[in-house]
């Protein structure tokens, strides 16, 4: 009897020993066909669709212009780094995130496909500190046009009028604000659904996800090949197709030029200060969450800069855990 669980012993020792050896080529090959990949892509089989891009979608390609760098140091999980398309240098991957939604909310106030509007609130209680006193809502005038994240905010209003008209709540079109948190909690749901369990990766990476996968069928950007398991559940950087990026370079200074010119037609004099390291909430008028100003008169600008900032960051502290699939 020893003897023959002596044998099965060895024999399930060799098998596993045997199967670890394949494991390491396997992975060892994916890293050689990654590097292949890296260094010499080829983009002449990737055929570019036609049609305007989103403002999202410039910003995701030329991030460079519109993020502000990583900082050097700056303590950040490998699958949280994001490259600029174009010029290749790091950018802060949270600041990137919250310029996708205000780009995309701004084109789309100044398109007069949404209206916004400032409305007084109780104190949450809940971080970040100190509590606004009042909430920015958007309501939808009209249909959104096609983009990533105009699309995960038209998700986001059909969802809560559905909420509604389940608790027997009729309401009309022209007549439903929402909060900006809660249209991008609800937003947020649709998109999940479209990414893979590799994917997800929190609220930041998973609307930067969202949008990435938008540029990648459109070939602008291009996810290397692998046929290996290891290549199906790591995560790759995304390649450039930089001849068509350059093609778009005209609608991304345009697209900086209007975003300036609304900030300073609905922002205070803090949120002009031209700061390179700044992130997108920086530079609001100090005393903009603690209260005594009439809403009218508070900068629209300002209010959406940190709107988005403590929305993302309120989703981001109610999710259980950052790490990939949940």
């Known amino acids: 009897m020893e003897v023959a669980i002596a044998i099965v012993l060895i024999v399930l020792g060799v098998a596993g020993f045997y199967g670890f050896i394949r494991l390491q080529k396997s992975v060892q090959r994916g890293l050689q066909n990654h590097g292949r990949v890296a260094e010499t892509p080829t983009f002449d089989d990737i055929e570019v669709a036609e049609g305007p891009l989103g403002p999202d979608e410039i910003v995701y390609l030329y991030a460079h212009e519109f993020a502000r760098p990583r900082l050097a140091g700056t303590p950040t999980l490998p699958r949280d780094r994001v490259s600029a398309p174009m010029a290749g240098t790091e950018v802060d991957a949270e600041d990137l995130t919250s310029r996708l939604l205000y780009a995309t909310i701004c084109e789309l106030y100044r398109e007069k496909y949404l209206e916004i509007r400032l409305v007084e609130r109780d104190p949450t209680y809940l971080p970040p500190f100190p509590q606004k006193k009042w909430e920015l809502q958007l309501r939808r005038a009209q249909r959104f046009p096609p983009g990533p994240l105009c699309d995960t905010l038209s998700v986001g209003f059909d969802l809560t009028r559905r909420r509604l008209q389940a608790k027997q709540q009729r309401i009309e079109e022209d007549k439903l604000w929402v909060g900006l948190d809660e249209l991008i909690e609800r937003g947020l749901k649709a998109v999940r659904q479209e990414l893979s369990f ?3 990766s929190g609220v930041h990476g998973d609307l930067r996800n969202y949008v990435s996968s938008s540029l990648v069928a459109r070939g602008y950007l291009v996810a290397p090949q692998g046929d290996t398991w290891f290549d199906k559940v790591r995560t790759r950087k995304l390649l450039s197709n930089k001849a068509a990026i ?14 300036e010119t609304f900030c300073k037609m609905h922002g205070s004099s ?31 600008d300002d209010c959406l800069r940190l709107s988005i900032y403590e929305a993302l960051l309120s989703i981001k502290q109610l999710e259980p855990s950052g790490e990939p699939g949940v």
Do not use: Y
């Open 198 to 200: 590799w994917e997800r």
């Open 246 to 259: 350059e093609t778009v370079a005209d609608q991304a200074r345009s697209l900086k030029h209007r975003l």
């Open 270 to 300: 803090e949120a002009q200060v031209d700061a390179p390291n700044a992130k997108l909430h920086d530079n609001v008028a100090p005393d903009l969450a603690e209260g005594g100003h009439p809403l009218e008169e508070l900068p629209i």
